[in-house]
């Protein structure tokens, strides 16, 4: 049969057009379908896209206040920001955390200790996307390597920050304090907003009471990103608020004078302007190097500081808890006065030992062979302590308690002079609550010359100093003098409520004062020698505080005892005695002679005020301020 009779051409068409109709249609569907998805996308769906893109395309990020800073009262600066670089790492946007590690070690030199610090940070709660520093302070090779290896190295930035500087790092430690990393514990109490592009804080010191001051407010900005997280421009910027800068009462020469007296020596000066409470001289010594804490002080020099028999980092002047020996000695005298337990004329025979009874314990006097018949004044003096022993017993340890209070010893009585212990004034109670024991009256011979129960820092004595020198009247001691920008000091400092101590005979205040003076300028003095040649009037009380007992009848010879264990020297003073501009407290650890060892020291802060540093131009102190040559 022939092939065309079975060849349907009509048929083929047909079937052909039905399958191109199809295909049309899907195709249309296809089509209609993928314009209808489009204009989900594009159109309804816009703005959320958009939004996801700019998220990746555009990232908020914090911008950190710079830090206040803070000067002397001669415009020295004690705390600055300088410029570091650092290498940072954003966990979040590193694919493989162990092997960019690896690649940053090859490049840089990165320690242990500095890959634990990473890892610690790294386990701490953070906030998102967060930077952490792995290394500081990189040198100009370090930065060119970084710069040649950075497109390898996803979530990884070479960034400069300011960090906070010390330029006299050890003196000033103690009283500045210090900023270092936000830990765990202070990432939950501050707010979390304004410390969103901050990684440090005050940690103590100047530093922590005024961190709201200091710190400033936060600022945001608006960057674009490529695929990597790296920035590429910035499209919009919310400055921050920079911190204010402040001025102290502390002087630097001062302060440096008080290091170099106490040179190869442990001990404390506190020096004190009583007229406005304002702290002149904060020492503390051995100190440390606070700079090695800002970044983040390693674990060997860490133990090292830690672990020293001298203990630098120990505030001493602040948390230093000592028997202030005789120095409390004026303050008792007026409490004997306005307590009518004694008189200015009343006498006692002092045979070089005093007994609560004829059968009782011998209290030895400092002085062998006593001192014979003194009154106030001249226990004073001569620092006796027969004439204490009986003054303390005839008062009794409540009125002992009520005075020593007022004068501030018992309580933190500072403005803003932040981690000072309050040392203890001893009470009826408190042995009893502490000791289980009722109050004794050899407790209070033991009291009556500062030793016994009785614990002050060298901050509370040159406090209570500074309010002898007033006559009575409370200016509570501060660092704070100025704020350099828009706010006053009054914003921030606590309200000064403390009640003046007023006498029933205010003139026993010259009294008391005049036996003081006689302790420098008297014939029979203790710290004649370090009043001799004065071309002003001093007044000053010697101290010495045992470090360990002797028994009743035994002999006392400093040659004989190992040098730590040896008494501890003390001093108090202020001068000039009738319009007083500074009072100091010194103590010499195992110094032995208050009169030999802290007397000289606190002559020399005197003469160095007085004499060497009086009379600054206001002229200086604003032209050091506002960057002009001294």
């Known amino acids: 049969m022939p092939w065309g009779e079975f060849k349907d051409t009509a048929a083929e068409r047909r079937l052909f057009q039905r399958r191109t109709l199809v295909v049309l249609i899907v195709l249309l569907v296809l089509m209609a379908v993928l ?32 830090r206040g800073l803070v000067y002397d009262r001669n415009g020295v600066l004690l705390a600055e920001n300088r410029p570091v670089f ?13 092997e960019t590690l690896a690649d940053l070690q090859a490049i840089l030199s990165i320690s242990d200790e500095d890959l634990a610090r990473f890892e610690r940070r790294l386990d701490e709660p953070r906030r998102p996307f967060q930077e952490l520093p792995l290394r500081y302070d990189l040198t100009e090779k370090e930065i060119a390597s970084m710069a040649v290896h950075r497109h390898r190295l996803p979530g990884v930035e070479v960034d400069a920050e300011l960090v906070r500087s010390y330029p006299h790092a050890e003196m000033t430690a103690h009283a500045l304090g210090y900023v270092s990393r936000i830990n765990r514990s202070e990432l939950q109490r501050i707010d979390p907003v304004n410390y969103a592009g ?48 402040i001025r102290l009462h502390l002087d630097m020469r001062l302060q440096t004078r008080a290091f170099e007296l106490l040179e190869g020596r442990r001990g404390a000066v506190v020096a004190i302007e009583p007229e406005t409470g304002g702290v002149l001289a904060l020492a503390s010594v051995p100190g440390f190097d606070a700079n090695l804490f800002v970044t983040g002080i390693g674990v060997e020099a860490y133990r090292e500081l830690n672990e020293s028999l001298d203990k630098p980092l120990f505030n001493r002047a602040l948390r230093g808890q000592y028997p202030p020996g005789s120095t409390i000695k004026p303050m008792f005298g007026i409490a004997g006065l306005d307590s009518n337990t004694t ?11 005093y007994k609560l009874n004829p059968r ?3 209290y030895r006097d400092w002085k062998r062979s006593g001192h014979g018949w ?3 004044d001249s226990a004073i003096a001569e620092s006796c302590d027969i004439y204490f022993y009986d003054l303390a017993v005839e008062m009794g340890v ?74 009575g009247r409370w200016a509570r001691p501060r660092l704070l003098m100025d704020v350099i920008g828009r706010d006053t000091v009054h914003d921030f400092l606590p309200e000064d409520n403390y009640e003046d101590i007023v006498l029933d005979n205010p003139d026993d205040w010259n009294f008391i004062i005049q036996g003081m003076r006689n302790v420098m300028h008297g014939s029979s003095g203790t710290a004649r020698a370090a009043g001799r040649d004065a071309t002003y009037e001093m007044a000053g009380k010697t101290g010495t505080a045992q470090v360990f007992s002797l028994a009743e009848d035994e002999e006392y010879e400093e040659e004989d005892v190992r040098e730590r264990l040896r008494d501890h020297a003390l001093f108090i003073g202020f001068a000039p005695v009738d319009n007083p501009k ?25 003469d160095a005020w007085l004499l060497e540093m009086s009379g600054q131009p206001a002229s200086v102190v604003a032209g050091a301020l506002a960057g002009e040559p001294q």
Not at 35 to 64: C, W
Not at 343 to 353: A, Q
Not at 419 to 430: F, Q, T, Y
């Open 398 to 471: 409540d009125v002992m308690h009520d005075y020593l209070t007022r004068f501030g010893f018992g309580r933190d009585a500072s403005l803003d002079v932040t981690g000072a212990s309050e040392g203890l004034v001893p009470s009826r109670d408190w042995k009893r609550g502490t000791k289980d024991e009722p109050w004794y009256p050899g407790d209070s011979v033991n009291m009556g010359i500062g030793q016994g129960y009785n614990l002050a820092t060298p901050f509370q004595l040159a406090t209570a100093t500074a309010v002898m020198a007033n006559r």
């Open 35 to 66: 314009i209808a998805r489009m204009y989900q996308l594009q159109v309804i769906q816009h703005e959320t896209f958009s939004t996801i893109s700019d998220k990746n395309r555009v990232q908020v990020q914090s911008v950190a206040p710079t």
């Open 374 to 376: 003194v009154n106030l």
């Open 343 to 353: 008189t200015r004329e009343r006498e006692i025979w002092d045979p070089g030992y």
């Open 582 to 606: 500074i009072a100091v407290a010194v103590i010499v650890e195992n110094g032995g002679s208050g009169s030999g060892t802290a007397a000289p020291i606190a002559r020399k802060m005197f």
């Open 198 to 245: 901050t990684n440090y804080i005050g940690k103590s010191g100047v530093e922590r009471f005024y961190e709201k001051l200091l710190h400033g407010s936060v600022g945001y900005q608006h960057v674009e990103t490529n695929a990597r997280g790296r920035t590429l421009r910035v499209l919009e910027r919310q400055k921050p608020v920079p911190g204010e800068d």
């Open 360 to 362: 009782g314990r011998r």
């Open 86 to 98: 650092g290498v940072t790492i954003v966990p979040e946007r590193v694919e493989n955390l162990e």
